[in-house]
C-alpha cells in the first residue's frame, strides 16, 4: 500500500463523524501512517478535535451540513463514530461514490435497536432473548406482562447505555418509560426484552475486511446503569461457550459486511451465548486492548479499513476503570495522586472541554498476570482521580478572602500541585 503525504491533493483522507474518547485514539492510530484526519462532532473542541489536521462543529443529525461537508471535505473513508448521525445522509453519501464504514447499512441496522434485534434474530437465526417494541405506555406495560419480570427497557436508539433500565415489577414500569424517554436520541419506540439471567456477558470484538476476520480475547465488564465502568481481557469462556460466540459474531459481522471493527455484545450463561447488540466501529470497553494487545482495537480498526492485515500479538491480561466526572463545569479539572503512573499502568484523560455528572472523563488501563488482578488494580487507581469540584469550592474560599488575583493563583496551585 502507498501512503502519500497528509494536507496534500492525493492524501489518503478520513473523516471522523462523531469525536469523543475512541474516535480520539482512531486519529492517532491514524496520525501514526500519515493519514489525514477530519473530525466532526456537534459541539467545538471534542477529544479528536485536538489530534486531528481539520475539525468542524455541525449538526450531525442534520442531513443537508452532513452532505454539505462531505461533498466539500471529499473524504477517503467516512467513519460514523456515533449513533446520533442522519442516517439519510450517508446512504446519499454512499450513491455519490464515498465509502461509508463498514457501510450505510450496516450504520442503519446497528443504530437502531429494532433494526439489529429484526435482522440479528428474524433474518440471521441467532438466538436472543424475547423481545417487543412498544411506542405507548400502555404497550410497554402488555409488552412487559408478555416477555416477564424482571424485563429491560431501552429507547430503540441511544447511546453509552442512556435511557436504559431494569423494571422489576409492573409498578416499576411507568418509572421506566419516563427514564426512556429523557434518554438522548430516539425514544420514539422502545424495545422490552426478556431479563437473561446470563452468568456474564462479554463484548467479542471482530474485526474483518474482504481478506479476513479476526477475533480478540473476549472481553468482560461490568455496567451500571446501562454504561461500561469496568472491562477486563481475557473473560474466561468454557472453549464451547467461546466456539459459539465466534460463531455469532462471524455470522452477524458478514451479514453486515463491510470493513473494520465490531462491538459484538453476548450474553452468556453456561455454553450458551445469546446475541445482543452489535457496534460497527470500536467499543467503549475496548479500551481495555490499549494495554493488553500489540494492536489496540483503534489499530485494528484503521487496518481494516485501510484493508491492511489484521494480524497482533496478545500481550498481557488488563483491565480498565472509567472516570465518571462528578458534578457540572465547564472548566473541568481532573486531579490524579501520583499513584495511578505506576510501572504497570496508564492513565488516558479525554480532554473533554465540559463535565456533567456522569460523563466518562479519563480511563485506567492495568495489567498484571492474571486478568483478576488487573481487574483489582484499575479498581484501586481510579480512586486516584477526582474531579474539579474540590478544587471550584476552594477556587470560591479563596476569592472570599483576598482582592489579588496573583494571590488567588498561587493558592489554587499550591492546592493542586502542592
Same mark, same amino acid.
Given at each position: ?27 492517532? @492510530?491514524a496520525q501514526r501512517l500519515g493519514i489525514e484526519v477530519v473530525a466532526v462532532d456537534r459541539y467545538p473542541n471534542a477529544p479528536a478535535h485536538q489530534v486531528a489536521h481539520e475539525a468542524h462543529v455541525i449538526d450531525m443529525q442534520n442531513r443537508e451540513e452532513v452532505l454539505d461537508l462531505i461533498r466539500r !471535505? ?9 449513533e446520533a448521525i442522519s442516517i439519510d445522509a450517508l446512504f446519499e453519501a454512499e450513491k455519490e461514490g464515498f465509502h461509508v464504514i463498514p457501510n450505510a447499512e450496516a450504520v ?13 434474530? *428474524? ?10 417494541? !412498544?411506542?405507548?405506555?400502555? *404497550?410497554?406495560? *402488555? =409488552? ?11 429507547? &430503540? %436508539? ?5 435511557? #436504559?433500565?431494569? =423494571?422489576?415489577?409492573? *409498578? ?23 431479563? !437473561? ?25 461490568? #455496567? ?8 477486563? #481481557?481475557?473473560?474466561? %469462556?468454557?472453549?464451547? =461457550? ?21 462491538? &459484538?455484545?453476548?450474553?452468556?450463561? $453456561? ?5 445482543? /447488540? ?8 475496548? %479500551? &481495555? ?5 500489540? #494492536? ?10 485501510? $484493508? ?30 501520583? @499513584?495511578?503512573?505506576? =510501572? ?22 492495568? %495489567?498484571?498476570?492474571? /486478568? ?23 477556587? /470560591? ?22
Open positions: 500500500m502507498h501512503f502519500p503525504a497528509p494536507l496534500k491533493s492525493n492524501s489518503i483522507k478520513i473523516m471522523l463523524l462523531g469525536s469523543g474518547e475512541l474516535g480520539k485514539e482512531v486519529a492517532i @492510530e !471535505v471529499r473524504p477517503t473513508y467516512i467513519l460514523p463514530e456515533i442503519n441496522k446497528t443504530m437502531n435497536r429494532k433494526n439489529i434485534r429484526k435482522f440479528a434474530a *428474524e433474518e440471521l437465526g441467532l438466538k436472543t432473548s424475547a423481545y417487543r417494541f !412498544v411506542s405507548t405506555l400502555e *404497550e410497554l406495560r *402488555e =409488552a412487559a406482562d408478555a416477555v416477564g419480570y424482571p424485563c429491560v427497557v431501552k429507547p &430503540v %436508539m441511544s447511546s453509552s447505555g442512556h435511557g #436504559q433500565s431494569v =423494571a422489576k415489577s409492573p *409498578e416499576e414500569i411507568e418509572k421506566s418509560w419516563e427514564i426512556a424517554k429523557e434518554a438522548r436520541g430516539d425514544a420514539s419506540e422502545l424495545i422490552v426484552e426478556e431479563f !437473561v439471567r446470563f452468568d456474564y456477558e462479554i463484548t467479542l470484538l471482530t474485526a474483518r475486511n474482504e481478506k479476513e476476520t479476526v477475533f480478540c480475547e473476549p472481553i468482560g465488564h461490568e #455496567q451500571k446503569d446501562g454504561d461500561y465502568i469496568f472491562s477486563w #481481557q481475557p473473560a474466561f %469462556m468454557s472453549p464451547e =461457550a467461546l466456539k459459539k460466540a465466534q460463531d455469532i459474531a462471524k455470522k452477524v459481522t458478514d451479514g453486515l459486511g463491510g470493513r473494520g471493527i465490531f462491538g &459484538v455484545e453476548l450474553f452468556v450463561k $453456561g455454553d450458551e451465548v445469546y446475541f445482543s /447488540e452489535v457496534s460497527p466501529r470500536p467499543h467503549d470497553t475496548g %479500551m &481495555v486492548t490499549l494495554i493488553t494487545q500489540s #494492536q489496540s482495537e483503534f489499530a485494528l480498526h484503521l487496518r481494516a479499513v485501510l $484493508g491492511l492485515p489484521l494480524g497482533f500479538t496478545f500481550f498481557t491480561p488488563g483491565a480498565s476503570a472509567a472516570y465518571k466526572a462528578k458534578e457540572e463545569s465547564v472548566t473541568p479539572v481532573l486531579r490524579v495522586d501520583d @499513584e495511578a503512573f505506576a =510501572a504497570d499502568s496508564f492513565v488516558r484523560i479525554f480532554g473533554k472541554p465540559e463535565s456533567h455528572e456522569g460523563r466518562r472523563m479519563a480511563v485506567v488501563l492495568a %495489567m498484571a498476570a492474571s /486478568e483478576t488482578e488487573a481487574l483489582a488494580k484499575a479498581k484501586e487507581r481510579i480512586g486516584f482521580i477526582d474531579d474539579s469540584v474540590k478544587v471550584t469550592k476552594v477556587v /470560591e474560599e479563596i476569592r472570599e478572602e483576598s482582592e489579588e488575583e496573583t494571590c488567588v493563583i498561587k493558592k489554587v496551585f499550591k492546592f493542586i500541585f502542592g
